[in-house]
């Protein structure tokens, strides 16, 4: 597993290879979820087939989700306590993708906060069915997790957990950038 990390405002900042559904030392990871918060393809499928049938059924009455917005359930059969499910903009259907996509990460890390949350996973949200172009989200997802950092409470390690080497790449040089500014 590749890493790459950073502190900003006493929160710890990594960029990690690896499957979210085997994240065991984080409080929540985050469902990059559909609209009506049940299992799918990709992330969300991985998540709900990790966390049994339960989840499914404690999401339910918190459904449907707009974009932008997240929720907040328990983890069930997986290692984390939590799951906190983020519906991302699809690009070029939800407007202004920008904005709906850092809601999500607002939106989440201000739940993880609520709830007393130490620290948290996130996938690339939207970057995968939803076509949202990888470099353009890695720089709006680490934009608001930095410009966060210094009001959060309780959440002391955001991680984002990227399937390969390449996304690990492209969030680098987009952490590496924001940094810089």
């Given at each position: 597993?590749?890493?790459?990390?950073?502190?900003?405002?006493g929160?710890?900042?990594s960029l990690?290879t690896?499957?979210i559904?085997?994240?065991?030392d984080?409080?929540?990871?985050?469902?990059a979820?559909?609209?009506?918060?049940?299992?799918?393809?990709?992330?969300?499928?991985?998540i709900?087939?990790?966390?049994g049938?339960?989840l499914?059924?404690?999401?339910?009455?918190?459904?449907?989700?707009?974009?932008?917005?997240?929720?907040?359930?328990?983890?069930?059969r997986?290692?984390?306590?939590?799951?906190?499910?983020?519906?991302?903009?699809?690009y070029?259907?939800?407007r202004?993708?920008?904005e709906?996509?850092a809601?999500?990460?607002?939106?989440?890390?201000?739940?993880?906060?609520?709830h007393?949350?130490?620290?948290?996973?996130f996938?690339?949200?939207?970057t995968?069915?939803?076509?949202y172009?990888?470099?353009?989200?890695?720089?709006?997802a680490?934009?608001v997790?930095?410009?966060?950092?210094?009001?959060?409470?309780?959440?002391?390690?955001?991680?984002?957990?990227?399937?390969?080497?390449?996304?690990l790449?492209v969030?680098?040089?987009?952490?590496?950038?924001?940094?810089?500014?």
């Amino acid at each position: 597993m590749q890493a790459h990390e950073v502190e900003v405002h006493g929160v710890t900042v990594s960029l990690v290879t690896g499957d979210i559904v085997d994240q065991p030392d984080v409080d929540a990871v985050v469902n990059a979820a559909n609209a009506a918060l049940l299992p799918g393809g990709g992330v969300a499928g991985a998540i709900h087939r990790a966390a049994g049938p339960g989840l499914a059924e404690e999401c339910r009455p918190l459904a449907p989700i707009a974009p932008g917005e997240a929720v907040v359930t328990g983890g069930h059969r997986l290692p984390n306590p939590y799951v906190i499910h983020c519906l991302g903009p699809v690009y070029g259907v939800d407007r202004p993708e920008d904005e709906l996509l850092a809601a999500c990460y607002r939106h989440a890390l201000e739940l993880a906060d609520r709830h007393e949350l130490r620290s948290v996973a996130f996938p690339a949200i939207s970057t995968g069915v939803f076509g949202y172009p990888m470099a353009a989200a890695a720089g709006v997802a680490l934009g608001v997790v930095l410009d966060a950092a210094e009001r959060l409470r309780c959440v002391r390690t955001v991680r984002f957990v990227l399937a390969d080497e390449r996304a690990l790449r492209v969030h680098r040089e987009a952490l590496e950038r924001l940094l810089q500014r």
